[in-house]
């Protein structure tokens, strides 16, 4: 609360951003997220994760991605139980190009799991 006083405004807060439920309640805050602003500015990419599920959605002008799970244990990847994951975030003069990317295991290839520019 005391490095960011304008974005965490209480402890319940600070309850409500650490609780996950069934309902994916950190992707739900993360879209939030992407209506609200921080000193005025509207955010344009709001990257969370610790869901371990990759996902992205896009509010406008905007988009928020969840980067998914990068370190499973190899015998999850191995049985297909789960996806080694992460987000690149390329910005240029005008706009962000955010992809998820996925590792292939086990030859260890990444490929574009899903893209968007905004």
């Known amino acids: 609360m005391n490095l960011y006083p304008d974005l965490v405004t209480s402890w319940e807060?600070?309850?409500?951003?650490?609780?996950?439920?069934?309902?994916?309640?950190?992707?739900?805050?993360?879209?939030?997220l992407c209506n609200d602003s921080y000193n005025g500015v509207k955010n344009k990419v709001v990257v969370m994760g610790?869901?371990?599920?990759?996902?992205?959605?896009?509010?406008?002008?905007?988009v928020y991605v969840n980067s998914g799970f990068m370190c499973p244990a190899v015998p999850d990847v191995s049985d297909g139980n789960m996806m080694m994951t992460f987000v690149e975030v390329d910005q240029n003069s005008s706009s962000y190009t955010v992809t998820i990317k996925k590792v292939n295991y086990p030859d260890t290839s990444i490929i574009n799991y899903n893209q968007c520019t905004v």
Do not use: I
């Open 13 to 32: 807060a600070v309850t409500k951003l650490l609780t996950v439920d069934l309902n994916n309640c950190l992707d739900n805050y993360g879209a939030n």
């Open 50 to 62: 610790h869901t371990h599920v990759p996902t992205m959605q896009q509010h406008l002008n905007s």
